[in-house]
């Protein structure tokens, strides 16, 4: 046996396919969405979730340590929830991003390669050429991709490492 498989456990035990009816067939808005397995394992992705959605609830082998998560599939992206307390909260992928949610914090993943990270206002960019981007409510912070140029900036001064030398001024 590999060492793979002898570390592998059992995380997910069941699957299902469900349809939720949000309108009933007047048109008249449900309380709660009227759920639907479907029988040959096929549902259509409606335009308009509001009216009608299909979702996976994948069901966790172990109920006291992992959530089941649910997923969400819509027109225009694909989303994955579960209960918050478990580590990542959700994760939704469109045609621009992968958007990963952990402890209220969103972490994304841009088509270009460009990753961002947002906590409580304070905002890291990580761009497509490697150069990386701070910035707080007191300071923005810049290091270009290749290491070589840095810059800072607060509302007093402003300070920055560059090829043809260093600057710092007031502002």
């Not at 929830?81 to 952990?102: C, F, T």
């Amino acid at each position: 046996m590999s060492k793979i498989a002898e570390g592998l456990h059992r995380t997910w035990r069941a699957a299902q396919l469900y349809v939720g009816f949000h309108k009933d067939q007047s048109g008249k808005q449900r309380e709660a969405a009227k759920l639907w397995p479907p029988r040959n394992g096929n549902a259509t992705i409606h335009q308009d979730p509001t009216q009608q959605e299909a979702f996976v609830v994948v069901k966790a082998s172990d109920q006291t340590e992992n959530g089941d998560v649910q997923i969400k599939l819509r027109p225009d992206q694909i989303v994955l929830r579960r209960d918050p307390s478990l580590g990542w909260q959700g994760i939704k992928v469109d045609d621009y991003e992968v958007a990963i949610q952990v402890n209220d914090v969103w972490v994304r993943i841009k088509a270009d390669g460009s990753i961002s990270h947002d906590r409580d206002g304070n905002l890291t960019f990580i761009e497509a050429d490697g150069a990386v981007l701070k910035v707080t409510e007191g300071v923005e912070a810049m290091m270009s991709g290749d290491g070589v140029e840095l810059s800072r900036r607060t509302p007093s001064d402003f300070a920055a490492i560059r090829t043809d030398g260093v600057i710092s001024k007031a502002r």
